[in-house]
């Protein structure tokens, strides 16, 4: 569900969340059509591809043709994103285990605006520009989009979060541990591949007690 971007957006359409504006492309036409819907600047992405494999921004046709093409080197799909190059782009952490007890480790801020893909970006562990509104808002969501997609484990959620107002669109969701999650767990001590691991066996949350003393390597 949230590999496959039409699933996806379709998921968070069902409680009212959206994400960013973009179309999935099988060809270079189908891409070119969908950005001047979108309007340009775009951002490219390939789908099914981690680490941002295959992405840029195209401020016209001619530069849209040549990463399509080059993505489609790379994969079958690829993704024709509304460019929100400016925006603020925060993260949370989530476990949640399989009887709905969820909980939000961490949240983590890019200092550089939004771009292509996190991997390329400096995180600050928590974040540094939310007030407590923005940050509640994002926590509330991150567990309502978590507990609607039934993810057992740890999981990863990304925002892009409009700097001049409370608008945003939620980017992606990494249903896995990822090196957002590694970081997570340098920053707050909490091991969350250890949890992640104890959750997928059936083990409640809140039998997880001695995860706290991991902390301080107990």
Not at 121 to 135: C, F, K
Not at 184 to 206: D, E, F, N, Q, R
Request: net charge negative; charged share 20%.
């Amino acid at each position: 569900m949230t590999e496959d971007r039409k699933i996806f957006v379709e998921k968070m359409e069902e409680i009212n969340e959206h994400v960013a504006p973009s179309e999935a492309a099988l060809s270079v036409e189908q891409a070119v059509a969908a950005a001047e819907r979108l309007g340009y600047p775009v951002l490219v992405r390939s789908a099914f591809a981690l680490g941002g494999l295959g992405s840029g921004f195209a401020n016209n046709r001619e530069e849209l043709t040549s990463l399509v093409t080059a993505a489609f080197a790379h994969t079958s799909q690829v993704l024709v994103d509304k460019s929100l190059k400016g925006w603020k782009e925060i993260e949370y952490e989530v476990v949640r285990d399989a009887y709905d007890n969820c909980v939000t480790v961490c949240n983590m801020e890019n200092i550089d605006p939004l771009g292509i893909h996190t991997g390329e970006s400096i995180v600050v562990a928590p974040s540094q520009t939310l007030n407590d509104r923005e940050y509640n808002m994002l926590r509330n969501t991150a567990i309502k989009v978590i507990r609607h997609l039934g993810i057992v484990g740890e999981c990863n959620i990304q925002y892009a979060l409009n700097p001049e107002s409370e608008q945003y669109y939620i980017i992606e969701v990494n249903a896995r541990l990822s090196g957002s999650s590694a970081l997570a767990s340098k920053a707050t001590g909490y091991p969350l591949a250890y949890v992640a691991a104890k959750l997928g066996l059936g083990i409640p949350l809140p039998q997880l007690k001695y995860v706290s003393q991991l902390k301080n390597g107990g």
